[in-house]
């Protein structure tokens, strides 16, 4: 029989209702880091997903790269994720916690005056928004060799609390040009150690945070995100075929819990790509709607298909998609920072 975006799916440990993924969706509405009731009003609404990625959460004080968003390396933080899962398990929920360290697309102005890390001292190109407006990103400073491996040290610490506060897994953001994809991104990454260089090199930060992680939790409760060959923070790789390849095969190799990947058309089939050399369990994501998403997952191309902005505009997603029924138009003014305005009061259809 052939599947389609409502079959159950055996994803890690979970068993899911459906193949239906909320993407991971920054939203800057966790002052001091620790996740509030209205942080977990807002993923309790959505607990109807399959799965529910969080919004990019820092494993680390260094990794701070925006206003507002939340983290997980300190006790409070613990608890205030513990509200979160709850909120999303009351409801019959699975959510994995995705851990983001901004590395060197950040400011001073998140890290108390400190200077943004990077692998190499080699400034992003582009603006970001800081509490007094745009203002345009600082040379990072180049992480010593000593350093590196700690670091990816903290993604392992980050999913031992993840499982304390009662999250389901962790998902490692190596997209969008944050620290594991500017280690990838030869553009970014000029050293010439072992962390830099050959594709091996550049994949080692990546693996490695994936790895301490595995230890930490096992490796059916970490997935992986990459944009094969994505541009956005200034990256640039003019040989992402063979980047990517190498390093879907790698996570082959570790039984995860999925992989995840936000396909941005870079003007090679990501998909095809990643099918070829990854066969465990996949989530596709960028601009799908419910025909794509039965199409991909029909011919066994995605397994998952993940939805960014109809999830967060449509809190009841699976519903209105599984009945045929409109959907909210997003509010993009509302999408980073505020409160509740375009965050917990989108209409639903039926009461909650
Ligand atoms: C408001 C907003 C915040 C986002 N924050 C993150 C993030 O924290 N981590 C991440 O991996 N992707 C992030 N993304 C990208 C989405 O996960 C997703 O890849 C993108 O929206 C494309 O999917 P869609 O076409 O279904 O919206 C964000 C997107 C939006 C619109």
Do not use: C
């Amino acid at each position: 029989m052939t599947n389609t975006l409502f079959s159950p799916v055996h994803v890690g440990t979970l068993d899911l209702p459906s193949r239906l993924v909320m993407a991971p969706m920054t939203r800057n509405r966790t002052p001091g880091q620790a996740p509030n009731t209205l942080n977990a009003e807002y993923y309790g609404q959505r607990a109807g997903a399959g799965l529910i990625v969080t919004e990019g959460t820092t494993p680390d004080a260094s990794g701070r790269g925006y206003i507002d968003i939340p983290g997980l390396y300190a006790p409070g933080h613990v608890e205030g994720w513990r509200k979160v899962a709850g909120a999303v398990h009351a409801r019959g929920g699975h959510i994995f916690v995705q851990l983001m360290h901004t590395g060197r697309v950040s400011r001073p102005d998140f890290l108390d005056g400190g200077q943004p890390v990077g692998p190499s001292a080699v400034k992003a190109e582009g603006e970001i928004f800081t509490f007094e407006g745009m203002k345009p990103y600082v040379e990072p400073r180049a992480l010593d060799t000593s350093e590196i491996a700690p670091l990816a040290e903290t993604y392992g610490r980050a999913a031992r609390l993840a499982r304390e506060a009662g999250l389901d897994g962790v998902e490692i953001h190596g997209a969008n040009g944050y620290l594991p994809s500017q280690f990838l991104a030869p553009n970014a990454n000029t050293r010439t150690d072992e962390w830099g260089g050959s594709v091996e090199n550049r994949a080692r930060f990546l693996l490695a945070a994936t790895d301490y992680a595995i230890a930490a939790i096992g490796a059916d409760r970490v997935g992986v995100r990459l944009s094969p060959g994505g541009k956005f923070n200034d990256i640039d790789d003019p040989d992402a075929e063979a980047t990517f390849a190498y390093v879907a095969g790698e996570l082959a190799k570790r039984k995860l819990a999925y992989l995840h990947i936000f396909d941005t058309k870079p003007g090679f089939d990501v998909a095809a790509l990643i099918r070829t050399h990854y066969k465990g369990t996949l989530i596709l994501n960028g601009g799908y709607d419910l025909t794509r998403a039965n199409a991909d997952i029909g011919s066994g191309l995605a397994d998952l298909v993940a939805f960014g902005v109809p999830y967060l505009a449509n809190p009841d997603l699976p519903e209105r998609l599984r009945e045929g029924a409109p959907l909210n138009a997003p509010d993009t003014a509302t999408f980073y920072g505020g409160a509740a305005k375009g965050y917990t009061d989108y209409p639903m259809r039926l009461a909650a």
